[in-house]
């Protein structure tokens, strides 16, 4: 049988110890749930509260210091798992002690059937209880409560980093390369998580899905929608999840780690995968040509030339290691029309053929591992090497490519 301190009569109406951010939308009970919490209408009875447990076993423990039909002090205790921002409480009550070293355990008697209490909170000082005893004398309700205690140097968020271990350091960054399902072979897709002691993260990104707006389910549980637009190169979209949340992103609420996590729209799945506690590598190259390209993986490597400012010639490239593949592109802008030799550590890779548009020139070549139509096999690495671009047998522009992403 559980203990519990002796009850305590009355919970005055008290001024909240500091403020707590009221955060919008779902939350999930974590530690810093805990304290004391009561209806200020009903000043005179009320919960304490203490989330308890280890791992996925997470509970709510709770008191609820109260009256009887005959107006004598009683208490009612609980405990039940927590499922988001609710937890369903199988309370029981007890009768037959007595007051300081009079106390008897053999003389206790314990009503392990008084029925339930489900507490749901709606931010971090604001809630309800419904209570719904077995016993036919007393009337089923619910009330309002409110924060009246916080634990010492709460950071109570409504996200799952009120549940990080702050000794612990956190897991460090987990990044997870998503499954195509081919409904859109092209397509790909990215998962991170992050934990510190100071905050949690994750986010999910998606890559070359036509545009438009895509589920994230996570669980089965819709968690949020990326919109996939249109950018240099393709498309992409990302959903970003903080706990305690900040602008631009959503305030995590669950935990995805093991969790199957989907991109789809309706019943079409395009990217899944299971976040698991350590990261995934990316799948290896596919056999065959080349073998002489980076390795797949997650980096982008950029370099920008433009020796005479703006509005002058000027040497794009960029190269993207991805889950599936890696894509290597140049540009040219501004530079006379006309064709042009592309030296990568002085061997010939090709030519760009530079054009007339709007407002100047501009030219490309695009390598691809594995080719797809309308680019070059990319059968080298450009990382580290100079690239220089040729006219009649001359660099009229070059640089040397990073070696480290940026």
Same mark, same amino acid.
């Given at each position: 049988?559980?203990t ?55 509970n ?10 005959a ?21 029981w ?5 007595? +007051?300081?070293?009079? +106390? ?26 419904? +209570? ?47 499954? %195509? ?63 305690p ?5 959503v ?38 040509g ?19 400012? %703006?509005?002058?010639?000027?040497l ?5 290691q ?19 030799g ?5 061997? %010939? ?32 690495d ?16 070059g640089?040397?490519?990073? %070696?480290t992403?940026?």
């Open positions: 049988m559980m519990f301190p002796p009850l305590r009569r009355t919970l005055p109406i008290l001024v909240l110890l500091g403020t707590l951010a009221a955060d919008a939308g779902a939350i999930t009970i974590t530690r810093e749930f805990a304290g004391t919490w009561y209806d200020p209408a009903h000043s005179g009875h009320g919960f304490n509260f203490e989330v308890v447990g280890s791992g996925g076993n997470k709510v423990l709770g008191s609820w210091y109260t009256y009887d039909n107006g004598n002090p009683t208490w009612i205790s609980a405990m039940g798992p927590v499922q988001g921002d609710t937890a369903v409480l199988a309370a009550s007890t009768q037959g002690g007595a +007051f300081g070293n009079s +106390f008897d355990p053999a003389n206790v008697q314990v009503n392990n059937n008084w029925g339930t209490l489900t507490v749901r909170f709606t931010s971090c000082t604001q809630g309800t209880v419904q +209570f719904n005893p077995n016993d036919p004398a007393l009337a089923s309700g619910s009330m309002p409560i409110t924060r009246l205690s916080m634990p010492y140097n709460s950071t109570c968020s409504g996200g799952v980093s009120g549940d990080t271990n702050p000794s612990s350091g956190g897991t460090g960054e987990i990044v997870q390369f998503m499954s %195509n399902t081919g409904v859109v072979p092209a397509a790909q897709g990215k998962l991170k998580f992050e934990e510190s002691p100071s905050r949690t993260e994750f986010s999910a990104e998606a890559e070359d899905l036509p545009i438009g707006a895509y589920s994230l389910r996570v669980d089965g549980i819709q968690r949020g929608t990326i919109n996939v637009v249109s950018v240099a190169g393709g498309t992409e979209g990302e959903l970003e999840f903080r706990s949340v900040e602008p631009g992103k305030l995590l609420d669950f935990d995805p780690r093991n969790k199957l996590v989907q991109i789809a729209q309706g019943n079409t799945v395009f990217l899944t995968a299971t976040l698991g506690s350590a990261g995934a590598p990316p799948p290896p190259p596919p056999p065959g080349g073998s002489g390209a980076p390795p797949f993986g997650n980096a982008e490597y950029e370099m920008s030339v433009e020796p005479a400012g %703006n509005d002058g010639p000027e794009k490239a960029r190269l993207r991805r889950s599936d593949r890696v894509d290597f592109n140049v540009e040219l802008e501004d530079l006379p029309a006309g064709t042009y592309l030296l990568v550590d002085n061997v %010939n890779q090709g030519s760009i053929n530079v054009v007339a548009v709007a407002g100047g020139t501009e030219g490309e070549i695009e390598f691809r591992n594995p080719v797809e139509p309308g680019k070059e096999l990319l059968d080298f450009p990382r580290g090497k100079a690239i220089d671009i040729t006219s009649n047998g001359s660099v009229v522009i640089g040397l490519f990073p %070696n992403p940026q």
